[in-house]
């Protein structure tokens, strides 16, 4: 039978309350079990973030016990892998990932998860993010792609296609869901869930592109974020919902609040009175699936027999539910396949340690990098609270950070931090690695143990800091961690952040290097020893302290199950870093935002108290070889770049070409530069090769006051290069 018919078949048999509970995804870890089996057999539509023996229970009443047996569909944060479950394959964060630049590394990884989700039997992952993360301090910044919408877009769609695949019936896709929609990471103070100071034509600028290409890529979802607009929540924003993402973007699978925003119009954002306000508002502005506020159901039922909401408003999100979940050949298998074995074998860990690879940028290096183990070294220190914590290696939406019940929180191997990275290279080369935690990243934690009384002139060095008691607790590790240093040829440094800094309520108004990180640093300059910092952290911290001491700065960010092997990788010349920042790192926290296409100022855009641009910029990135750019040309009528590129040292290396466009003159006042293609070129030392990048239209067009989008006539400034800083790219001038 076609789609519509049979959809339309089952909705004229649907009671008012069955289409209730069609629209309800619940919570399994909230209500419990019990609670769960009953909205089960009531008909509820979706459950989340439940695995095992529990999902397939539930998923047993809902085809044998419900009325309409109508398949459950089930969905779960599989963000960065099927982190939730720790049998399974972790990758690095989005924001790591997205150092790669690399459209087919994305959507191999969102293959990979898919299947292992699919294994699972669930058929629904949340992701991807394509949110901007514009200002570091929002605590959702490693969910993110980083601060460009055209980065964000292409690789958004890519993952939407990888989790997809060509048929969504297929044993191993999944439906994605293109999140949080829309302007979430905008909001004020970088505050999570705060309101968003945007305008609508802002919004057509800046942030709907990532959505649209989702939506073009066929992402069967979108979620609703938490935030509100100029006043508005999200949740009730009908403009947005239906006139933006229906009918500009085309957009025809099903929308899903985020969790429990229907309750939070009357208890945070307090514009309902009541639920049956809430929830008739909700229905109205076209969600059509609700996550968590489980009230809905009772107080729409109420609104259509009363009479306030027209059933016709159910039948069409029940549609667009109905409709994916027949996509996803619910009712053939109301759980998907997947390849049993497959969570967590071998060719995903291989897919993971790449993604680990190309996830790594190479910040800074005073030709120290690669090691060159001929050259005599006899000991090698790793430091530093990050070095040997899987956690924070991992980063948020792990099974750590978001347990499920009945699932254990240990960490599971296998694994490679950095220091067992850097011991395993090392291994049989006679090289001694001493290891020393250093301090805590956040002063919550402490590592146990029974140290000495502090050395007088570590307390006077710090007599800046506040001397309370745990400040003194620290002071040994610095101490022990000096004492494992001296005699060292080299210092391999992790710091960075800790999961409990980042992710949803942990935005920072600080974004300096926590607890005594900064002190290690400068302990350990003493010894005048050289030293590599390797960042392991969800989003830039405000480090030029810590550039300056070191003499090569590696970011890894959260990079996942393998980070720790492909730093070593890098540290030691058998891989080439190529990744490139996806996110400007500040100089210091007021400096932001400081991402790269911001609109010009004529007061010289600097604080008197702080350089002008950021720490490192958007695009950046080195490599143990430099590449040439020359003979810039674009071809008008096609929308063609081409560029010569060479590689100019003496290493093999993959070069990400970027390109980015200025509109000379146009009638709103548009970014600075604004990034509108990019492809990786691979390039033997000393080759050259011509590169091409088409540009779309988009790459041209004006976002006028009304929404509309148009190319106004005039000139452009083509730009092609390394990086997204001035001095990285050359440029042409065309008229179109
Ligand atoms: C987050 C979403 C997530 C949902 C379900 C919310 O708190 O904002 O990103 O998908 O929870 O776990």
Redesign the pocket.
């Given at each position: 039978m076609e789609s519509n018919e049979f959809i339309d078949n089952l909705i004229s048999k649907m009671t008012v309350e069955q289409k209730a509970a069609q629209m309800l995804q619940v919570p399994v870890s909230v209500v419990g079990m019990e609670e769960a089996r009953k909205w089960a057999r009531l008909g509820a539509g979706s459950f989340?973030?439940v695995l095992g023996s529990d999902m397939e229970e539930l998923s047993r009443i809902s085809c044998e016990e419900s009325d309409l047996k109508i398949p459950v569909i089930f969905g779960i944060?599989a963000v960065h892998g099927h982190c939730l479950n720790p049998d399974a394959t972790i990758f690095p964060s989005q924001l790591a990932m997205a150092c790669s630049w690399n459209r087919k590394l994305l959507e191999k990884v969102a293959q990979v998860t898919a299947a292992e989700v699919a294994t699972e039997g669930i058929q629904w992952t949340?992701s991807p993010i394509l949110c901007l993360a514009r200002d570091s301090r929002w605590g959702r910044t490693d969910e993110t792609f980083g601060e460009d919408k055209y980065l964000a877009g292409e690789l958004g769609a890519a993952m939407v296609k990888g989790y997809q695949g060509d048929d969504l019936s297929g044993d191993c896709s999944i439906a994605s869901c293109a999140?949080?929609y829309i302007g979430y990471g905008e909001s004020s103070g970088a505050r999570d869930s705060y309101d968003t100071e945007i305008t609508m034509r802002k919004i057509r600028e800046q942030f709907l592109p990532p959505f649209r290409k989702a939506t073009e890529a066929g992402c069967a979802t979108v979620?609703i974020s938490?935030g509100s607009i100029d006043g508005t929540p999200m949740t009730i924003n009908k403009t947005a919902l239906k006139d933006v993402l229906r009918d500009e973007l085309k957009f025809d699978g099903f929308t899903v609040t985020?969790?429990d925003t229907v309750n939070y119009l009357i208890t945070r954002q307090m514009v309902c009175r009541d639920h049956s306000d809430a929830s008739r508002l909700a229905a109205l502005a076209g969600n059509d699936m609700i996550?968590s506020s489980l009230e809905f159901y009772e107080a729409v039922i109420g609104e259509v027999r009363e009479g306030r909401l027209d059933e016709s408003v159910l039948d069409e999100a029940v549609r667009h539910i109905l409709t994916v979940k027949y996509r996803l050949g619910l009712w053939d298998s109301p759980l998907k396949k997947g390849i049993p074995g497959s969570i967590g074998c071998s060719a995903h860990h291989e897919a993971a340690l790449e993604a680990a690879r190309q996830s790594v940028v190479l910040l800074k290096n005073d030709g120290f990098l690669p090691i060159n183990l001929k050259r005599k070294i006899r000991k090698i220190a790793v430091i530093g609270p990050n070095a040997d914590d899987i956690r924070a290696q991992y980063g948020d939406w792990t099974y750590f950070t978001h347990p499920v019940p009945g699932i254990e929180k240990e960490p599971r191997r296998p694994y490679v931090t950095l220091l067992e990275g850097v011991r395993d290279r090392l291994e049989g080369t006679g090289i001694e690695v001493t290891y020393s935690y250093g301090c805590s990243v956040n002063r919550r934690y402490y590592y146990k143990g029974n140290y000495p009384g502090i050395p007088e002139f570590m307390a006077m060095c710090y007599a800046d800091n506040d001397h309370d008691a745990e400040t003194y607790k620290e002071l040994p590790f610095i101490n022990e961690a000096v004492s494992a240093a001296r005699g060292a040829d080299l210092i391999i440094l992790a710091l960075g952040d800790n999961y409990d800094q980042t992710g949803?309520y942990n935005d920072r108004a600080d974004l300096n290097l926590s607890g005594m990180q900064e002190a290690l640093v400068r302990m350990l300059g003493t010894l005048h020893i050289p030293m590599i910092t390797v960042l392991i952290a969800s989003k830039p911290l405000t480090i030029p302290k810590v550039v300056q001491k070191s003499d090569a700065v590696i970011c890894a960010f959260n990079g996942g199950m393998f980070s720790g092997q492909a730093i070593a990788e890098v540290i030691f010349g058998d891989i080439n870093p190529s990744g490139r920042l996806p996110i400007s790192f500040p100089v210091m926290t007021g400096q932001n935002p400081v991402y790269y296409d911001q609109l010009p100022g004529w007061h010289d855009g600097r604080y008197v108290d702080c350089p002008k641009n950021p720490l490192f910029a958007f695009g950046e990135g080195l490599s143990y070889t430099w590449y040439d750019y020359s003979d810039l040309k674009f071809d008008v009528k096609t929308k063609t770049l081409s560029v010569n590129v060479t590689n100019k040292g003496g290493m093999s290396g993959v070069e990400t070409v970027q390109v980015y466009v200025h509109d000379e003159v146009s009638s709103v006042i548009k970014p600075v530069k604004t990034l509108c293609g990019f492809t990786r070129v691979e390039l033997d030392a000393g080759q050259s090769r011509t590169v091409s990048v088409k540009l779309d239209d988009e790459a041209f067009e004006t976002v006028l006051p009304d929404g509309t989008r148009v190319i106004e006539p005039g000139m452009f400034e083509i730009m092609a290069g390394h990086s997204s800083k001035d001095e990285d790219l050359i440029k042409v001038t065309v008229e179109l």
């Open positions: 989340l973030n944060d949340f999140k949080h979620m938490y985020d969790w996550m949803e």
